[in-house]
């Protein structure tokens, strides 16, 4: 049964104001006072819209200055700009589902930007694991063929008619909605696209757009994780748990990872974890147990879905918080209402695009991943890169779970 996207979502998607948001412990209000670890997010001084009439966000960090195309660390920068009327490009495409290597590196038109938008030369792309999905049809692409990928940074080569706010020569980001990023070049709703400081260069912030805005809604609106709290972090080496681990461990809380190997307890252990648990060789529940003498934790984050949600449920103390937010090992079958009543759980499945429906809201949750990865309370590991003409290769040891951190694909250096 194909069904869509949890990422997907559309100018009429629902619009979150202060309040009606999180499910636990709060308001919704995002500010540096509840990320005591961090600075605050806002350095942004775009308009908050491409027409300029939404309110601008507020202008709170001091030390990120705006993005200058000086600092882009990119020798052939300049060259590439002048190419502004560039009407083709390469790019991967998927003309039927399946496997890895129905991912063909094909020519494609891109085009002029129309009202409202931008073109890119995306400089480093970000794979996830939504991109499996999609390619394997898990979730229904737009249409066919299509062009994966859900996460990109890119140098602004061209913007629409009557854009203002936005130049050539921005260097922008962006996750979610359009599909297409495995592109040499991608056209986008300037709406989308949100400014990369300086001081992140382009893998690392392709690596913490999706994953760590996913890392900042998952621990401070889906669940607002304190000082004292324990949380259980599944795939704790993956891309995203890699960051929630970190931001947890900053937040205060007692860190539990999951984890497949050694190597990647290690890196676990180094992200911040204070107890891991190998999963294919110890019991997690009873593990769990042991390291919370029996109370259980406030939260378990779970993106692998059908082999651990069992186990998630008995990790919970009373009145604990699943947060399903992933199924890289498959669907979960179905909650009975009776497994939440025997500890009066809470169950949550969220959509990072849900949570940054608003421009103000991705502004804020961008703000605050990128503030945090200036001042070091996440440390970005990109530990894999491929040329993008080879995202077959990366999709193959992503769902092999050979991998640990972000993978990124980097254009032009396609042999
Ligand atoms: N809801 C949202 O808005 C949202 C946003 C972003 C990501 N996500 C979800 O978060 C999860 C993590 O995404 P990511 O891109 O950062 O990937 P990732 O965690 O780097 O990769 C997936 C990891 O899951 C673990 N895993 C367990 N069983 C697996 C199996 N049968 N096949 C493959 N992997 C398995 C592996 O770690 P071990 O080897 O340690 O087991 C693997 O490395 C995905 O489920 C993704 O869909 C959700």
Redesign the pocket.
């Known amino acids: 049964m194909e069904i869509t996207s949890?990422?997907a979502h559309g100018s009429e998607s629902p619009t979150y104001s202060k309040g009606n948001g999180p499910v636990h412990g709060g308001d919704g209000v995002l500010t540096s006072a509840m990320t005591p670890c961090c600075a605050s997010s806002s350095y942004f001084s775009w308009p908050s819209s491409s027409s300029s009439t939404r309110r601008r966000p507020r202008i709170l960090l001091q030390h990120l200055p705006p993005p200058s195309i000086a600092a882009i660390p990119i020798p052939s920068i300049t060259s590439r700009l002048r190419d502004s009327t560039m009407a083709k490009a390469k790019a991967i495409r998927v003309h039927e589902l399946g496997g890895p290597e129905v991912m063909r590196w094909e020519e494609v038109e891109v085009g002029a930007p129309k009202d409202g938008e931008i073109r890119i030369r995306t400089t480093a792309i970000g794979?996830?694991?939504?991109d499996v999905?999609f390619r394997k049809g898990v979730y229904a692409a737009p249409a066919m063929p299509f062009t994966p990928g859900m996460e990109a940074v890119g140098v602004v080569t061209a913007v629409g008619p009557g854009l203002t706010g936005r130049k050539v020569g921005d260097v922008v980001a962006y996750a979610g909605n359009p599909m297409g990023s495995y592109a040499q070049e991608q056209i986008l709703p300037a709406s989308v696209a949100v400014p990369v400081p300086p001081s992140v260069d382009h893998k690392q912030a392709a690596s913490v757009m999706?994953?760590g805005m996913?890392a900042h809604?998952l621990l401070r609106r889906v669940f607002k994780v304190q000082s004292g709290h324990t949380v259980l972090v599944?795939?704790?080496?993956?891309?995203?748990?890699s960051l929630l681990c970190q931001w947890a461990n900053a937040l205060g809380a007692t860190v539990i990872g999951?984890?497949?190997?050694d190597e990647?307890a290690a890196q676990a252990t180094q992200d911040g974890c204070h107890h891991v648990i190998i999963?294919?060789r110890e019991d997690v529940a009873t593990r769990v147990k042991e390291i919370t003498s029996g109370k259980g934790v406030n939260v378990v984050y779970d993106?692998?879905?059908k082999?651990t949600y069992k186990a998630s449920v008995e990790c919970l103390a009373s009145r604990g918080f699943l947060v399903s937010?992933?199924?890289?090992?498959?669907k979960p079958d179905p909650i009975p209402m009776s497994d939440l009543a025997s500890k009066s759980l809470f169950l949550t499945r969220?959509?990072?695009?849900h949570y940054t429906a608003t421009r103000d809201e991705l502004l804020e949750s961008a703000g605050e991943v990128f503030a945090n990865v200036a001042n070091g309370v996440l440390r970005v590991r990109v530990n894999h890169t491929y040329p993008l003409s080879e995202a077959a290769r990366a999709h193959a040891d992503?769902?092999?779970?050979k991998?640990?951190?972000s993978?990124v694909l980097i254009p032009g250096t396609d042999s």
């Not at 794979?127 to 939504?130: A, E, G, K, P």
């Not at 992503?398 to 779970?401: I, M, N, Q, T, V």
């Open positions: 949890p990422l794979v996830n694991f939504i999905y999706l994953k996913t809604v599944h795939a704790a080496a993956g891309g995203v748990g999951t984890v497949s190997n990647k999963y294919t993106s692998v879905g082999d937010f992933g199924q890289s090992s498959g969220p959509s990072l695009m992503l769902e092999g779970r991998t640990s951190g993978i």
